[in-house]
């Protein structure tokens, strides 16, 4: 099989799978996981035909895939593969760019200029913000975070970058009690330490209250949320982000997925005031169901990032704009390709139609479920519902029952000491039928009473 043919080939088994998303159990049982042990197999002295592999990771992998590409899963907020963008990812899969810089790719820096510039006018942040294309919202978020701590000590005459953090003044960070456990791990990574960080008090839906905000100086770093992970809740930027701002903080704000509510005017509402941050990062891969990894950083001042996440060398020196001295990677793929592709698709209204879908699904089923007796924990102000049954072990067992079921997926958390499940609203394939198999399927497993 020559490469055309081969590349044939493995689109042909990519294809046969999307079309059959509908149709495959959404977590595979446990015949098809037994089933990976076919890939246990000593490392072959001499390799085996191409074909043969593609083959083999079709065969035994996909039947155990998690379907968290069809219109049936609803856990955390994972979001499909529009295929507008996941035809643009094959096709710069074949380009094979070393995207770092202009010089690496021209095509590349071209798309992800023009993806950076529409970024910021569908999100309606500061136009001359750096946009950086990472992998995921925690390395988006690492960056920035790092620009932050750098600018922070910068001004007390402390420069991070040359002389590193022993010595150096202490930066306050103050993050939401609830704030997503990747704000902790970058802060982690960064030498801030989670014991030295200070949770602000938050309501019974995630936000921080904003008459317990802690007192905010010149040195802090705040981080803010839109989009808690279990109720999809908001923090009162319009309250918090100027007081902030008058005590020369800087805000960052985690949007990972909530920061999307900012393309649809009926959601709008939730992200007011949030344009006045420092600092944001979100995701590609999630609500707007581009393919992974592709998330965004975007810092208000370009210098103060490109200052911490330079890296030219004298065999390699670019633009501050450059992606290279943007982002964490240095080798990398154009992350950007997709998310350009996915907006030049959707268009402005066809982002807003798609999240305002997947609020008014998540709203229905916040109704329905209610009224089947099940008790919803959060108003649904987006994308999440949050929900248990009668107690504790019936809530587990409805958990436990809908993963086995094999017909929709969503997991568990614990909200306020006691077990809950989330569903999450977010792909592109659910459909007005879908959210009635779910509300279906809820209601006979475990409506109590
Ligand atoms: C998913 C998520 C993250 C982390 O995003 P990744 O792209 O998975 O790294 C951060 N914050 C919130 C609120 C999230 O939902």
Redesign the pocket.
Known sequence: MNEDQLLQEADRRARSYVSGADQRRVFPDTREIAALAGFDEPLPKRGFAAAETIALMDDLGSPATVASNGPNYFG??IGASLPVAAAAERLAIAWDQCASTEDGSPAAYAIEKQASKWLLEILDLPRSSAVAFG???????LSCLAAARAALLARKGWDVVQDGLYGAPEVKVVVPAST?V??RKALQVLGFGWNRVIKAPVDDKGRILPEQLPELDANTLLVL?A???NTGEFDDFANIIPRAKAARAWVHV?????LWARAAPLLRDLTTGIEAADSW?T?G??WLNTPY?G?MAICRDPQALARVMNSDAAYSSASADAQKNLTLEFSRRARGIPIWAALRSLGTSGVAELVTRHHTQAKRIGVALHEAGFEVLNRVVLNQVLVRGGDDAATQEILRRVQQSGSAWFGGTVWQERPAFRISLSSFRTEERHVDQLIDLLVRIGAKG
């Open positions: 955390f907020v992998t995921s919202a925690t390395a988006c978020g997503h990747t704000v949320q989009g808690e992970v985690d949007g990972a997925f909530g990062t995701d891969h999630k990894d998330a």
